[in-house]
């Protein structure tokens, strides 16, 4: 009798994905047949250092690229060969984003921004999602104010809102604390990590940054387009020694690839 194994759902996917820009001598390989899974209600940090890869890994994830090679998938859907009206709709309605410039339109109030998404899809919230999520980003008293009256960690939390105001399968975050102070990143972090263990929600986010990646539940390391590490219950430490020794690492997966009669780790 064969006893069955749950396993964790899987919220996006990359198999075997290659990204290639340019040709001839200008040619390079930003992905070398990068595969992950990204579990449902997880969060995760992808990081490694300048030209690794990571933003272009997220950016293909998210149907914002396209892949050169491989397939890409989020839930059911496959991402790989979609059409732009079908990217469209992926976005709308199963992926949300938080960037590093919070991308707020100045015009519009605070409560407008974080459904501006809902309003472009014909879409009204859910009262009683919404009220937890503004509950979450604690900013019911500056709903009314417009961007320019925010702090930059009251407009990094606005986005988060926006982002999580659909309820979408899965939220790409791109160094979403780049351009806030520390104070300000340990709220946006803070809130990441709680949509994530309260609620549910599924988080990938690349960042440079070891003390932001030890809010997640797992570190994935890039070098050379490729997969190289994981980390899980990351510490500031353990990531920053994980980068500190990523030339070491990165040799080791070389290694492992010659074994392995040159398959990309």
């Not at 200008?26 to 890869?53: E, K, N």
């Not at 890994?57 to 989020?74: F, K, R, W, Y």
């Not at 919230?125 to 979450?136: M, N, Q």
């Not at 940054?209 to 500031?236: K, N, W």
């Amino acid at each position: 009798m064969t006893q069955s194994t749950t396993m964790p759902e899987v919220a996006a996917r990359a198999s075997e994905v290659w990204k290639v820009y340019g040709t001839g001598e200008a040619q390079v390989h930003a992905l070398r047949g990068v595969s992950a899974d990204f579990q449902r209600g997880r969060y995760t940090a992808i990081m490694g250092p300048s030209g690794s890869g990571k933003s272009t890994l997220m950016h293909c994830l998210a149907g914002l690229d396209t892949v050169s090679a491989g397939q890409v998938s989020i839930g059911d859907t496959v991402v790989t060969g979609l059409g732009d009206a079908g990217l469209t709709k992926l976005r709308r309605e199963k992926i949300g984003f938080i960037f590093q410039q919070f991308n707020l339109l100045p015009t519009l109030t605070a409560d407008e921004n974080i459904l501006l998404p809902l309003a472009i899809a014909g879409r009204k919230p859910d009262k009683e999602w919404y009220d937890i999520v503004l509950d979450t980003v604690g900013l019911r008293d500056r709903l009314q104010h417009r961007p320019t009256e925010l702090s930059g960690g009251q407009q990094q939390r606005v986005a988060c809102a926006r982002a999580l105001v659909s309820r979408p399968e899965v939220i790409f975050a791109d160094e979403p604390t780049g351009n806030l102070d520390s104070r300000s990143s340990t709220e946006v972090l803070k809130f990441l990590q709680r949509s994530v263990r309260e609620f549910g929600q599924t988080i990938v986010m690349v960042t440079h940054d070891p003390a932001a990646a030890s809010y997640a539940d797992r570190v994935v390391f890039l070098a050379d387009g490729q997969i190289v590490d994981e980390l899980t219950g990351p510490t500031p430490d353990a990531v920053l020694d994980k980068m500190r020794n990523m030339d070491r690492i990165q040799a080791e997966a070389a290694d492992r690839a010659a074994e392995n009669g040159g398959a990309d780790v």
